[in-house]
């Protein structure tokens, strides 16, 4: 007598694809929380000013000459 084995295999591939798709996904999501928190001092979060100095533009343009 021979047995059909196929619907065992099936089975068995779709727990052990099922498993290894939930072990990847936990292992993204702990990697994802681990992640520290960049820690700033004052100096990074103070506000840059966006005005240009052009006395020292000038300055550039003529040492170029």
Do not use: C, G
């Amino acid at each position: 007598m021979k047995k059909n084995h196929t619907q065992e295999i099936l089975l068995i591939a779709i727990l052990a694809l099922t498993s290894a798709f939930l072990y990847i996904y936990l292992s993204i999501f702990q990697t994802l929380q681990k992640t520290p928190q960049p820690i700033l001092n004052s100096q990074e979060i103070r506000v840059l000013d966006p005005k240009l100095d052009e006395k020292l533009l000038e300055e550039l343009e003529q040492r170029r000459m």
